[in-house]
């Protein structure tokens, strides 16, 4: 596929009656770090031909458990000759043109963050940041790119950040949710600084790995557990950086919660604004109930998306948190990828079809 196609404003025929959507979850990939090399200094080629990457986590290189393997990708999605997510061409084929998506978020995985040599992760994510640029925004206007920091040095994210600021090829910056410490702690606080000055959302998303066990009660058996695992990471993040005081700090700051889940949200907020009435002498910097920085700060993509029974359930949650707090989500090519024909099979009016599909994404992310 052309350049010249790829930066048309229509969409395919067979796709052009379809509800325009706004996919807030797609996963490019450098096929390996050489692709990157373009834009790393000749030290850190040769660090990486030499020492490789090394992370805070073991496993980090290749998950432990093999239904994440290969890249935990659907069998589909590999391109001839390349990898999932690293075809551009490809991707527009099988799925933004079929599903017209008018509007998609990048999210690169495995991008150097977390590395623990923090002048190597500051460099290869300033790479990962390049790449997306030349070799996806700009041939395609559909997508918007994420900032990838080095988000254990928040000196150098901030650089980074600041770096992007007005660059409309980006979106937000991508963070990941299991780190070194609790994200609301104040050594990330120059993150949040620099993108509310930049007025760039944080993604925080799935995966990461800061050192410690990746659940709560320590290391896992099973693939399903570091799945279900992924709620109680975002969970909390979202209770340390409403208690911290985050939103009180940078009242603009937008917060998206990405690959989690979300009706873990109404239950996390009914138990902090419970115990908020009883403690709250503990935190005088808090000047609302938790639940109502949720509200004003926090929204959630949809993918993995819960499936109650009565699904009727579900609709009763988004109510709870408003429609304006949900973002589509794909996960593009995952193999737990949410086909949008299909997901979502609950009643909804035209305009909460509207929002949860596009107009939330385009709000949240300044996009007209």
């Not at 995985?109 to 640029?133: R, Y």
């Not at 559909?142 to 600021?165: C, G, M």
């Amino acid at each position: 596929m052309t350049v010249d196609v790829l930066n048309r404003s229509g969409i395919q025929p067979e796709a052009a009656s379809r509800l325009a959507i706004a996919d807030c979850d797609i996963h490019p990939r450098a096929s390996s770090l050489k692709v990157l090399y373009p834009w790393l200094a000749k030290r850190w080629q040769e660090h990486l031909e030499t020492f490789g990457m090394l992370n805070r986590q073991p496993w980090e290189k290749g998950p432990a458990y093999p239904k994440a393997q290969p890249q935990a990708s659907r069998r589909d999605a590999w391109p001839p000759g390349g990898q999932p997510g690293s075809d551009l061409g490809f991707m527009a084929a099988q799925h933004l043109d079929p599903n017209n998506v008018t509007l998609g978020i990048l999210n690169p995985l495995g991008a150097g963050q977390g590395a623990q040599n923090p002048d190597l992760s500051a460099a290869v994510t300033h790479a990962i940041n390049e790449w997306q640029v030349a070799e996806w925004t700009s041939k395609d206007s559909r997508l918007r790119a994420s900032v990838v920091v080095p988000y254990e040095d928040a000196v150098a994210s901030a650089k980074e950040i600041a770096l992007r600021a007005g660059d409309r090829n980006f979106a937000q910056v991508l963070l990941l949710s299991r780190t070194a410490s609790p994200l609301g702690q104040r050594q990330y606080w120059p993150i949040y600084e620099a993108a509310e000055a930049a007025g760039l959302p944080v993604g925080i998303h799935a995966f990461g790995y800061g050192g410690s066990a990746i659940t709560a009660g320590g290391w896992p058996s099973y693939y399903i557990e570091e799945m279900v695992g992924h709620a109680q990471a975002q969970q909390a993040v979202t209770a340390s950086m409403i208690l911290e005081g985050v939103f009180e700090r940078f009242p603009k700051l937008k917060v998206v919660m990405i690959e989690g889940g979300v009706c873990w949200a109404a239950a996390l907020m009914w138990r902090l604004d419970a115990h908020y009435r009883k403690l709250k002498q503990e935190l005088p910097h808090l000047q609302r109930l938790p639940s109502e920085y949720l509200r004003s700060n926090i929204w959630f993509t949809t993918q993995p998306i819960e499936e109650p029974e009565p699904r009727s359930q579900l609709a009763e949650v988004f109510d709870w948190m408003g429609w304006d707090r949900i973002l589509f989500a794909t996960d593009y090519p995952h193999w737990d990828f949410d086909d949008p024909a299909h997901a979502l099979p609950i009643r909804m009016t035209e305009t909460q079809r509207r929002q949860v599909f596009l107009e939330n994404a385009k709000s949240v992310f300044g996009i007209t």
